[in-house]
């Protein structure tokens, strides 16, 4: 297959040209050259910007393109109506962030999808993240065709080269030792997809032609707090102990969810980590275990400076603020 990837040098980027090179596909780029330019040096690469230098593409053809760095609708619909003669197929990398309403457990693609008043505007926040993701599988749609565009609507992806934080804090954290303060219950549900399934899931559904949404996390079977914290203990051999605090002590100090509290959110939002993927499952989306993604996260982890400033995760000056705080509460 002939395959253009547009970005293709960062997270999921580099994990799609990883399985597309494997598989023996032809990979071209289309980047700006700004992210790791010396990766991939010995693939073509089309340096431009999407926004009004589309052109250097003109006169080529691809049987699909994959689009990893679409988040604002003028800009993918100027992408797919550009490439509407020039490739069979459009995956296009979405977000589970579509969805509106997050306090319903057991969401599947037919989830009420979010609104946005301004369409036009072009400003990634908390409020316009999903409702533009949800414009852009649109201009998709109207570029392409409904039978040509796949949306793949992925949760939390971890990993290797992850730069949010949002997971790696965890392997990190327990690695540390000590008493590790642990958010909610032990019993609590989570959803998250290693960047190297989802991208063998996604070059193989292109391959295939799919199309339509498609949620895109995992496992495929129940995964608790709990469990993801004892793998990160077994697997770094780590002497920690978890102390469990509940959602309205972290809501109390204005703990921020999911970020400063990696997977962790409030229960009232029981959605956010229990959305329904059995149509992606039941494509082929497997998943490798967790062992293997918390290992592989401390090994890359290791490489980064010893000065590195986290994005995501407590500090450990919150940390021990927070714990100390919890057992003086006196209830």
Known sequence: MELLIIGGTRFLGRALVDVA????????????????????????????????GLAVLAGRHWDAVIDTCGYFPRLVGDSARFL?????????????????????????????????????????TGETYGPLKVLCEKAVEVGMGAERSLHVRAGLIVGPYDLSDRFTYWPARVARGGEVLAPGTPNDP????????????????????????????????????????????????????????DDAFLQANEVGAYVEMPLWVPAEYAGFDTFDCRKAWAAG???????????????????????YQW????????EAELLRKWWERGD
């Open 190 to 245: 989570v959803q998250f997809v290693d960047v190297r399934d989802l991208a063998d899931w996604t070059v193989r559904a292109t391959e295939a032609r799919l199309f339509g949404p498609y949620n895109a996390t995992g496992p495929d079977r129940a995964l608790t707090m709990g469990e993801v914290l004892q793998t990160c203990q077994e697997v770094s051999g780590a002497e920690a102990t978890f102390t469990w605090v």
């Open 21 to 52: 090179l494997a598989r023996g596909h032809r990979v071209t780029l289309f980047n700006r050259g700004q992210s790791n330019p010396g990766l991939y040096g010995e693939l073509e690469q089309t340096h431009g910007d999407r926004d009004g």
């Open 285 to 307: 989306l497997t998943f490798r275990p967790l062992a293997e993604t918390v290992r592989d996260t401390l090994a890359w982890q290791a490489t980064r400076p010893a000065d």
């Open 311 to 318: 994005r995501g995760g407590l500090k450990p000056e919150r």
């Open 84 to 124: 509407a003669d020039k490739v069979a197929h459009y995956t296009f990398i979405s977000t589970l962030s579509v969805y509106s309403d997050t306090t319903t457990v057991g969401i599947d693609e037919n989830g009420t999808l979010g609104t946005i008043a301004d369409e036009a505007v072009e400003e990634i």
